[in-house]
């Protein structure tokens, strides 16, 4: 039986990188709307800035945005964007399943995991997150993408390492 649709507004950006529902949060002024500017010059699409409207279908949640703003990006510095003007009429796309979560934070704290794992619950569904400092001096950007191909893939690098380290530690005990 179909669970019926539900209806759930967010504060942030949804953009559509490499057909990836990518949700970005973070305090105001962090510079949400500034990454997706970015993002945009780098070719991928808008789908929602400032207010995103969530609807969950059974475990599929799609993201829109309010009509009245659709097609613009607020920015701090340049005012109010038509995304459709300034870029392209493929810049700008009405909806998107949501994949991905990514908050943008002034620092991150040091954590012993190799391989974080964190999740963000939006509408009863835990998606993935990945929490971004805006102070590091590798591109947000290549964060982003090394981090999306790595979801991508079934290869676990900690547990490979560990494996390493524990045929080592037997080698090392036999000598």
């Given at each position: 039986?179909?669970k019926?649709?539900?209806?759930?507004?967010?504060?942030?950006?949804?953009?559509?990188?490499?057909?990836?529902?990518?949700?970005?949060?973070?305090?105001a002024?962090?510079?949400?709307?500034s990454?997706?500017?970015?993002?945009l010059?780098?070719g991928h699409?808008?789908?929602?800035?400032?207010v995103v409207e969530?609807?969950?279908?059974?475990?599929?949640?799609?993201?829109?945005?309010?009509?009245?703003s659709?097609?613009?990006?607020?920015?701090?510095?340049?005012?109010?964007?038509?995304?459709t003007?300034?870029f392209?009429?493929?810049?700008?796309?009405?909806q998107h399943?949501?994949?991905?979560?990514?908050?943008?934070?002034?620092?991150i704290?040091?954590?012993?995991?190799?391989s974080?794992s964190?999740?963000?619950?939006i509408?009863?569904?835990?998606?993935?997150?990945?929490?971004?400092?805006?102070?590091?001096?590798?591109?947000l950007?290549?964060?982003?993408?090394?981090?999306?191909?790595?979801?991508?893939t079934?290869?676990?690098?900690?547990?490979?390492l560990?494996?390493?380290?524990?045929?080592?530690?037997?080698?090392?005990?036999?000598?």
């Open positions: 039986m179909t019926p649709k539900t209806l759930n507004c967010h504060h942030g950006v949804l953009m559509n990188i490499n057909d990836h529902g990518v949700f970005i949060i973070g305090q002024g962090i510079g949400k709307s990454f997706a500017l970015e993002l010059h780098l699409q808008l789908i929602a800035d400032d969530f609807k969950r279908n059974d475990n599929v949640i799609t993201g829109s945005c309010p009509q009245m659709a097609g613009f990006l607020h920015s701090r510095e340049l005012g109010l964007i038509a995304i003007q300034v392209s009429l493929e810049a700008f796309i009405q399943t949501l994949d991905y979560i990514i908050e943008l934070k002034p620092s704290e040091n954590t012993s995991d190799l974080p964190l999740s963000h619950e509408l009863g569904i835990n998606l993935p997150l990945l929490q971004l400092s805006i102070n590091s001096p590798a591109s950007y290549h964060r982003l993408l090394t981090w999306l191909t790595i979801q991508s079934d290869y676990m690098a900690e547990q490979d560990k494996k390493r380290q524990q045929r080592q530690m037997n080698i090392d005990q036999n000598n």
